[in-house]
C-alpha cells in the first residue's frame, strides 16, 4: 500500500508540475514507475527541476507535496452513503465512520485572485472553519442571478488538507428551457465533465445539483413537470457515473416536497441516495423538522442554509444558535446543517445581512463564536 501510494503521489506530482492540474493516466504511470524505480527517480528529478521546486497551482514545494500526507496526492476518493438502522434512524457515513454534518455555505469571490493568493485565503478559512468544529463546506456555480466562486481542485485541495468535505455544486437554470432536448442534452455533457473531474477528490462528499430552481421559477410557469423529468434523467447520470456520493436537492423550506415525493412515487423507484436539503431564514424550521417523518416520506434531511433574522429575540447569535438546537433535537433523521453565509463579501446582496464575516474572514458579531463553541462542545462529546 505504502509503495502503491509513493508511485501514485509521484505521477500526480509529475502532472501537477508539467500541466497544473492531475490528468488521468496518473494510474497508468504508477504502474510503470512500480515496475521501472529508475524511471520514477528520473522523472521526479526532471519535475523538480522543471518546475522550479514548486508547484504551480498552489505555491507549495513539490518535495514538500511528496512529503506532507492532507494535499490528495495519492489520497483514495471518499466514499459517501446513508445508512438506515433497524429503529428507522438514520447515519450519514463518510469513509465508514458516522458523521454529524456541520456544514458553512462558504460564499467569498476568490476567483479575481491569484492561485497563490486563493491559496493562501484558503489556508486561512479552512483553518478557522475546521477549528470551530465544521466538516463541510458548501458552494454555488451560480445562484439567483449572481455568479458564485469559482471551486476547483485547489479549493478541494485545501478543503480536504483541513478535513473539510464538500458539496460540489452543478448549476441548472430556472429560466432554461427543459423541454428542449438541445438546451438538456447540453447541460448533461457539462454535468458528465463536472463529475469525471472531480468524482475521485477525495473532499467530495455530496453533489449539489441544482439550489431552489422550482422556487426561482417565474410564477404560473409550466416548466416544471418538464424539469422534474429532467432532474431525475440528470441525477440518474450522476449516480450511474459516480456510486461513491449521493445528490441532494436544495429547495426553499419544505414547499416542494410534496411534488417531489410524486414525482420519485411515480417513477417506481425512490432513488435513496437522492438526499434533501432545506434552506430556511424562519423558525418555521421548528415545526417543519417535527413534521418531517411524514412530510418527507421517510427520507434524511440535511439543513442546507439557515440563518435568523437580525430582529430575532435575543440577538442574531440567539437566533442562529436556537436554529442549531432545532436541528440537533432530531437526530434520527436530520443529519445536520449549515448557516448561511460564511462572509458578507459574497456575491449577492443579502450576504450583507446574513454574512458571519467581513472581507479579511473576521467574525462581524458573535454569532460565529456561539455557533463554534456549541460545535466544538458536540466535537468534544462525541469524541470524533
Same mark, same amino acid.
Given at each position: ?23 488521468e ?13 529508475? /524511471? ?7 519535475? !523538480?527541476?522543471? %518546475? ?5 497551482? +498552489? #505555491? *507549495? $514545494? ?13 489520497? /483514495?476518493?471518499?466514499?459517501v452513503?446513508?445508512?438506515? !438502522?433497524?429503529? %428507522? ?5 463518510? +469513509? #465508514? *465512520? $458516522? ?13 479575481? /485572485?491569484?492561485?497563490?493568493?486563493r ?13 470551530? #468544529? ?146 430556511i ?10 413534521e418531517?417523518?411524514?412530510e ?24 442562529y ?5 432545532m ?14 453565509a ?20 473576521v ?10 463553541a ?11
Open positions: 500500500m505504502i509503495k502503491y501510494r509513493l508511485t501514485h503521489r509521484i505521477s500526480r506530482l509529475i502532472c501537477y508540475t508539467f500541466y497544473g492540474r492531475t490528468k493516466c496518473c494510474t497508468v504511470c504508477a504502474r510503470r514507475f512500480r515496475a521501472q524505480p529508475l /524511471l520514477a527517480v528520473s522523472f521526479v528529478v526532471g519535475a !523538480l527541476l522543471f %518546475g522550479g521546486l514548486t508547484m504551480p497551482s +498552489n #505555491g *507549495k $514545494p513539490a518535495v514538500q507535496w511528496l512529503a506532507e500526507g492532507y494535499f490528495p496526492i495519492g489520497a /483514495l476518493p471518499s466514499f452513503t446513508t445508512d438506515r !438502522l433497524a429503529d %428507522g434512524s438514520y447515519r450519514y457515513i463518510v +469513509n #465508514g *465512520k $458516522p458523521q454529524l454534518f456541520v456544514g458553512m455555505g462558504y460564499n467569498p469571490i476568490y476567483r479575481y /485572485l491569484s492561485d497563490e493568493e491559496a493562501a485565503r484558503y489556508d486561512y478559512d479552512f483553518q478557522l472553519l475546521s477549528e470551530a #468544529g465544521i466538516n463541510h463546506i458548501i458552494g454555488w456555480d451560480a445562484d439567483k442571478g449572481y455568479d458564485q466562486d469559482k471551486w476547483d481542485e485547489l479549493t478541494l485541495d485545501y478543503a480536504h488538507k483541513y478535513g473539510l468535505g464538500a458539496i460540489m455544486p452543478f448549476y441548472l437554470p430556472p429560466l432554461g428551457d427543459y423541454r428542449d432536448e438541445a438546451f438538456i442534452e447540453g447541460l448533461m455533457e457539462e454535468a458528465a465533465a463536472k463529475i469525471e473531474r472531480f468524482k475521485n477528490h477525495p473532499a467530495l462528499r455530496i453533489w449539489g445539483v441544482g439550489n431552489e430552481v422550482l422556487t426561482d421559477m417565474p410564477p404560473g410557469n409550466r416548466m416544471k413537470p418538464a424539469f422534474a423529468r429532467f432532474y431525475l434523467r440528470l441525477v440518474d447520470m450522476f449516480r450511474s457515473l459516480d456510486p461513491n456520493h449521493p445528490v441532494i436537492f436544495r429547495e426553499a423550506e419544505d414547499t416542494f416536497v410534496p411534488a417531489i415525493n410524486n414525482v420519485l412515487g411515480r417513477s417506481g423507484d425512490e432513488r435513496p441516495w437522492l438526499l434533501y436539503g432545506m434552506n431564514y424562519t423558525m418555521a424550521l421548528e415545526r417543519i423538522l417535527e418531517w417523518p411524514y418527507g416520506n421517510g427520507r434524511p434531511l440535511i439543513v442546507t442554509e439557515f440563518g435568523a433574522e437580525p430582529d430575532t429575540p435575543g440577538g442574531r447569535a440567539e437566533g444558535l436556537l436554529m442549531w438546537q436541528i440537533r433535537a432530531h437526530p434520527e433523521y436530520t443529519l445536520g446543517g449549515a448557516p448561511y460564511w462572509t458578507i463579501d459574497g456575491p449577492e446582496p443579502t450576504d450583507l445581512k446574513w454574512g458571519l464575516t467581513d472581507s479579511g474572514s467574525p462581524v458579531d458573535d454569532t460565529f463564536e456561539r455557533l463554534a456549541e460545535w466544538r462542545r458536540e466535537k468534544a462529546e462525541r469524541g470524533n
